[in-house]
């Protein structure tokens, strides 16, 4: 893959300069006159989104980007777990509304530093922006993290579980394996070579994802009304909501939980705003909009599920809520018809996840941080993070191939998680740290500190929920319930022993220091990278 040195661009560590190479952000977003005050990473705005595909992606495709990652296949399964855990139908909504009040939150933090910092790479921005010093090790912990954990795994296997269910077929292990193999390449080609195709295909899953759950609230609309025989009485589990609730503190830790990770997602317009046009216009509208859609949504399915099912039905109805609604309400063959919609669903999921994820492996690439920089940086050869993609697939290929299903495969997924509740935590503080740092920064848009502290205490439920001891002490599989997010912590620490390695301890033994340069590769993209220099 090729490249050429284009020009040296030496970054001052001086506060003034390195404000003066910020500037220029009103030249990308007509609406917003925004100085960036503050350096984040090792290139300036102007350097970060050289290249690529340029700002594609307008409001809607924003807005379908944040929809289409989080509903995946959450709502059409999470409901039951949750009614079982605690009970009764008003503590389960009152679960809803208040993962629904988190995830708002979140999202007005993340809009506070997307606003300041309108370029992709999400969280790893934030984290350079704030915590500075030591040099890089922000940087290289994200880095590990999302790249040994960034894969879309899950997301493939559910679309194999569910097409295999719609063709009423038996088929062997391998075989749903090789479905899911066949889900991740399909979404990487096409991401690669026909990105705009990619963007489409997003838009078109994301509104057959909306037009499901609204027919999913109308039908439950015309349920409350009396309008299906098979359901004498629809408004029996709205009579005491609250008698049968659950009074432990760790099952209404465990739903609150399963909950919070249905509305994930709401950050995602965050990774890709090298791409978006009016990038600070565009986010502060996409964001809310495609999280209050999803919200809403969310809450009246859950109506239409209680209308049509009282909760010791929902709670026993197994993984997939929805397809006993389907049942119940038109029939027997409406579920295999459900599980079709069910494995589209998954698909831009995977999709959505795979166009963001790709966009963070470039943005840690064109920082230098990791091994082989300019290759994974590459956007050969129409634009896109191609290389960003294959650094996405090989993961996902190898816990597709690799991890046994069952238990094993469900400690990975719940591995996968833990890591990121952490850095939503460091981002969080960052954001009253900052804000402490650089009072008259420019912001284009300030979260009330409230919400932010809200959001703080949900992000510290997360850190702690996976500790509380379970009923019976077993966790969602076999092995010990505290483990997933010892390894999660484990990974983030091999983030820090990787920074002290190569940054500290190599040049140390190799007697060299590193000279920073920054290459033009063919495609435009600029990639920061570093020479080793022997010490005199």
């Known amino acids: 893959m090729a490249w050429k040195e284009k020009s040296l661009f030496w970054r001052s560590e001086s506060p003034t300069a390195a404000s003066d190479t910020q500037e220029g952000v009103s030249a990308v977003d007509n609406d917003a006159t925004v100085k960036q005050d503050i350096q984040t990473g090792e290139l300036t705005l102007e350097e970060a989104v050289h290249g690529g595909l340029g700002r594609h992606l307008g409001l809607v495709s924003t807005t379908f980007l944040i929809i289409g990652r989080i509903i995946g296949t959450g709502i059409f399964s999470t409901p039951s777990s949750i009614t079982s855990s605690v009970g009764s139908v008003g503590a389960s909504m009152f679960l809803w509304l208040l993962g629904l009040v988190l995830a708002f939150c979140g999202q007005m933090v993340w809009l506070e530093f997307g606003c300041m910092f309108p370029r992709s790479g999400g969280e790893k921005v934030y984290l350079e922006a704030v915590y500075r010093r030591p040099k890089f090790l922000a940087t290289i912990v994200f880095a590990v993290q999302a790249i040994l954990l960034g894969f879309t795994a899950s997301g493939c296997i559910v679309f194999a579980s569910n097409i295999i269910v719609a063709a009423n077929s038996q088929p062997t292990e391998w075989q749903e394996r090789g479905i899911a193999i066949a889900v991740i390449v399909f979404v990487t080609l096409i991401h690669t070579f026909i ?19 609204a027919f ?26 609250f008698a049968g609730s659950s009074h432990s503190g760790n099952q209404y830790a465990t739903a609150l939980f399963k909950v919070l990770n249905s509305y994930a997602g709401w950050s995602n317009a965050a990774y890709v705003l090298n791409e978006v046009k009016r990038p600070v216009h565009t986010l502060k509208i996409a964001g809310p ?40 309400v038109f029939g027997v063959t409406a579920r295999r018809v459900l599980s079709v919609f069910v494995a589209l669903s998954a698909l831009g999921n995977v999709l959505t996840i795979t166009f963001a994820q790709s966009r963070v492996n470039q943005e840690l690439a064109k920082e230098g941080v990791i091994p082989f920089p300019r290759f994974w940086a ?93 009923p019976g002490g077993k966790g969602d599989t076999s092995l010990p319930y505290w483990l997933y997010p010892i390894v999660g912590i484990a990974v983030l620490i091999a983030g820090v022993v990787y920074w002290a390695v190569w940054w500290k301890l190599l040049p140390k033994i190799g007697r060299y220091s590193f000279h920073e340069r920054k290459v033009e590769l063919k495609d435009g993209t600029i990639v920061t990278t570093f020479d080793r220099v022997k010490n005199q």
């Open 378 to 470: 590459s956007g050969w050869p129409v634009g896109s993070p191609s290389a960003g993609l294959l650094l996405h697939f090989i993961p996902s290929f190898i816990v597709i191939v690799a991890i046994p299903f069952g238990d094993a495969f469900n400690f990975i997924v719940d591995v996968e998680g833990y890591p990121s509740s952490v850095i939503s935590m460091f981002v969080v503080v960052g954001l009253f740290i900052l804000r402490l740092e650089a009072p008259n920064a420019t912001r284009p848009f300030k979260v009330w500190w409230p919400i932010a502290a809200v959001f703080a205490a949900g992000q510290a439920f997360l850190l702690v929920a996976p500790f509380l001891y379970p």
């Open 289 to 328: 909009l495609g999280l209050g859609i999803c919200g809403v949504l969310y809450i009246l399915a859950n109506i239409s599920y209680f209308a049509a099912a009282t909760p010791a039905e929902i709670a026993s109805s197994g993984t997939t809520v929805a397809s006993y609604f389907f049942g119940k």
């Open 216 to 241: 999913i609230v109308v039908t439950g609309w015309v349920v409350l009304g009396g309008g299906i025989k098979s359901i004498p009485d629809p408004h029996e589990s709205f009579r005491n909501s």
């Open 195 to 213: 990105p705009k195709v990619g963007v489409h295909l997003m838009n078109a899953l994301g509104w057959i994802k909306v037009i499901i759950l």
